[in-house]
Structures are given as structure tokens and as C-alpha cells.
């Protein structure tokens, strides 16, 4: 029974050797595993990331030019609004009211300067008229008597006292006649008033009217309008709140004119020019959004920041127009990644960086040809920190093995693409 034992033992051994020496030989055959990547042409091009946020050029902080009760808010976070537009107003009783005395007292002031202008009345004027015609013809009358009378008394017909009486009714119907005539004019010149009194009274009007365009100014501004048309932000009042001259209550940005503001190392910023441009990148709630933008300014002069990992570091700060697709949502804060491509070739054949090793102290790469692995020493080109481009030694559809690394890989080599 024993022996039985031992033979089993001996069978299942040669068996597992078997089975192992028919894996290794399984994987000699299939060879070593390596990811390639079939060449074509291409472009490669050196670029840096940065990021960055959305900020509104035009933007207006809505604030109140006089201390008061805000009555009403018209608006809501993120409403869209017109120039002129109606965006918050504040109580005016107390103005109404200045405003309603100042009109009253301007238009009784009116009414006495009309007052002053207004002509005789015809009856007045027919009046005086029949009163100057009947001392008129009084005195001519009263003249008669006295030619008359002193006519006779030269030929000693009447006495003198009675010639002087004839005299004395002529001269009293003459001053009657210059008195009537005086009391016309008199008449006249009581509507027509003088340099003076209208002066007075064109000062008053003219206060008057000061104060009420004033009124006027103040209730205007008491009706805050949007300045420009744009999007309600950060609503910091509400109704019946006490505001202060020039404490915000909201804020308005205009979305046309949104710029990214990104900083970028000083070693990266001399690669960068006006005109140039970038490629923006927002994260939405569905997918990323990339779109294009416009490099409009570079700062003149560095500013000191510390980096992620704490160290000191100078950057400059970069103005960038983006080209905001029609449909997505931007405001300010938004963030938005930058990616500066500050060289670039095109039709080139590009491997890994780390594709590459040394031979004889030449650049090489592995290729898959044929189930092998085969060393080609190639001429570089332009490269970036992940890519170079082959100016010799390579050709399109080749299959580059991306690992020269990789365990057992070695020129002549059977490999097994993954």
C-alpha cells in the first residue's frame, strides 16, 4: 500500500514538472507582452495649463446717492435686465410733499406776477375817458363865459367882481381836466409794474424753480435703474431695509464683456504675446466645455504668490477674451482651466518620451516587426515634456513599443502585442 503511495506521488510530480515546462515553453513561444502605438503624422505642439476665473469687465455696483428706506426690490439674483430698467426704488413721501409745497407757492407767485400785468379793464378805461370829455367841455364852456365876461367888463358893462368869478370857474374846470387826465394815466401805469418789482419777482420764481429741480433730481435718483444691460448679482438689501449713500445693494455685470484672469509663472510668460491664442476649459454639470479664447493683455510687472506646495513663486497676471459659446452660463468667479500652446509643428511622426532610450549613445526605440522586437536608432526633433517628433529612422505605420523597459524586452526579441 505504501509503495502504491509513492508511485502516485511520483506520477502527479512529473506531471506538474510536465505542465510547468509546457507553460514556459507556451509563454517563450507567445513571447514578451508590450503595448505599441502605430505611427502617423500628426501635430505636436508644447503647451502649460493654468487656471483661472471668469471676470466681469463692465460691472456697476447699484448704489443709492442719498440715505433712505428701500421700499421696493424689482429684481432677483440673476435676472437678466435692460438698460433703464427699473432695479430698485426708495420711499419718497417726504420729497412728495417738499415737492408739493414748493408747486403751490410757485404758482400762487405766478398769479400775483400775472396780477401785476394784467391791463385796465375797457370799462375802466370808457370810464375815465367820459370823465375827461366832460371836464373838457366844461372848461371850454367855462372859457367862453370868461372871454365873454372880460369883454364886458373892459366896456364897464359888469363889475370886476363879477369878471374875476368868470376867471376863477375857468381855472377850476381846467385843473378838473388836468386832475381827470391825471387819474388816467394814473389808471394805466397801476398795471404796468415796475423794473423792480419784476425783478423781485423773477428772483423768487427762479429760487423756487431751483429747489424744485433739485426735488426733482432727488426722487429721480431715488428710482435706481440699471446703467447698462446685463445680469443681477449678489442682491445685498431687502425691502424696508435703512440704506446709507453708497452702500451696495446689488450688482449688475454684463456677460459680452466677461474676461479670464489666469497668472502664469515668469519662466512660461516671455513664450506668450498679445493676439495669441488659448484653449478654455469649464467644468459643467453634463460634460466639460472647451472653447476658445484670445490673449488681450499681459501685466508689465510680476506679483509674489506662494504655490500649492507652500514655495514663493512670481507670476504675471494674463487678460484672455473667451469666445463663450451660445447657450452655457458664465459669471464671475466661474473657474476656467488655460492651456497656453506656445509652439507647435504639424505633419510630424511623434513617439512617447518615454519611448525612447540610448544605444551607442544615440536615441533608439523599440519596434514591433514581425512578432519581434527590433532596435531602430532614430534622429529627434521638436519635443515637448511628453513627445518628440522622429526626423529619421521611423516610418509611418510603424509600430513603436511604448515600454522599452519592459521585462525581457530585448532587440530580436519575440513579443506578444496586447
Do not use: C, W
Not at 471676470?55 to 432677483?76: D, I, W
Not at 426722487?219 to 452702500?247: C, R, W, Y
Not at 446689488?250 to 515668469?266: A, G, R, Y
Not at 453634463?286 to 500649492?308: H, L, M, R, Y
Request: net charge negative; no cysteine; glycine share 6%.
Amino acid at each position: 500500500m505504501m509503495i502504491m503511495k509513492k508511485k502516485y506521488k511520483v506520477i502527479l510530480g512529473v506531471l506538474a514538472a510536465v505542465l510547468v515546462v509546457g507553460l514556459v515553453a507556451s509563454q517563450l513561444m507567445q513571447g514578451t507582452r508590450v503595448d505599441v502605438r502605430e505611427l502617423s503624422r500628426q501635430e505636436i505642439y508644447r503647451s502649460f495649463t493654468e487656471e483661472g476665473s471668469m471676470e466681469a469687465v463692465k460691472e456697476y455696483n447699484v448704489q443709492p446717492l442719498y440715505a433712505g428706506k428701500l421700499e421696493v426690490v424689482h429684481v432677483n439674483e440673476g435676472d437678466r435686465v435692460q438698460e433703464g430698467d427699473l432695479l430698485a426704488s426708495m420711499d419718497m413721501e417726504e420729497l412728495k410733499h417738499q415737492m408739493n409745497q414748493l408747486e403751490a407757492k410757485l404758482y400762487g407767485l405766478d398769479g400775483e406776477s400775472q396780477q401785476l400785468r394784467e391791463p385796465p379793464t375797457e370799462g375802466e378805461i370808457k370810464s375815465m375817458e367820459m370823465a375827461i370829455q366832460m371836464a373838457q367841455e366844461k372848461k371850454e364852456r367855462a372859457k367862453t363865459d370868461y372871454e365873454r365876461k372880460e369883454s364886458l367888463y373892459i366896456n364897464n358893462v359888469i363889475s370886476q367882481a363879477e369878471m374875476e368869478a368868470a376867471e376863477s370857474a375857468f381855472q377850476n374846470a381846467a385843473l378838473s381836466l388836468e386832475k381827470q387826465q391825471h387819474s388816467m394815466e394814473a389808471l394805466l401805469q397801476s398795471h404796468q409794474p415796475t423794473t423792480g418789482s419784476l425783478q423781485i419777482l423773477k428772483a423768487q420764481r427762479l429760487s423756487l424753480q431751483s429747489q424744485i429741480d433739485l426735488l426733482k433730481y432727488q426722487m429721480e435718483n431715488h428710482q435706481l435703474k440699471a446703467p447698462f444691460s446685463g445680469v443681477v448679482t449678489s442682491i445685498g438689501a431687502k425691502e424696508l431695509d435703512l440704506v446709507d449713500p453708497g452702500s451696495a445693494i446689488m450688482n449688475l455685470f454684463q456677460t459680452e464683456t466677461m474676461q479670464v484672469k489666469t497668472q502664469v509663472l515668469t519662466r512660461d510668460v516671455h513664450d506668450l504675446e498679445l493676439g495669441m491664442p488659448v484653449e478654455l476649459t469649464m467644468e459643467q454639470r453634463d460634460q466639460d466645455v472647451t472653447f476658445n479664447g484670445t490673449i488681450v493683455e499681459i501685466a508689465a510687472q510680476a506679483e509674489k504668490g506662494i504655490s500649492p506646495l507652500g514655495l514663493e513663486e512670481d507670476r504675471v497676471s494674463v487678460a484672455i477674451e473667451p469666445e463663450i459659446p451660445e447657450g452655457v452660463v458664465v459669471g464671475p468667479g466661474f473657474g476656467v482651466d488655460v492651456t497656453f500652446v506656445t509652439a507647435s509643428r504639424d505633419n510630424q511622426l511623434v513617439v512617447p518620451q518615454s519611448s525612447l532610450f540610448t544605444v551607442d549613445g544615440e536615441d533608439a526605440v523599440f519596434v514591433a516587426d514581425n512578432g519581434r522586437a527590433t532596435v531602430r536608432k532614430v534622429a529627434t526633433g521638436f519635443e515637448t515634456r511628453r513627445e518628440v517628433a522622429i526626423e529619421e529612422g521611423l516610418d509611418e505605420g510603424d509600430l513603436i513599443i511604448i515600454d522599452p523597459q519592459t521585462d525581457g524586452l530585448t532587440d530580436g526579441s519575440r513579443i506578444s502585442v496586447q
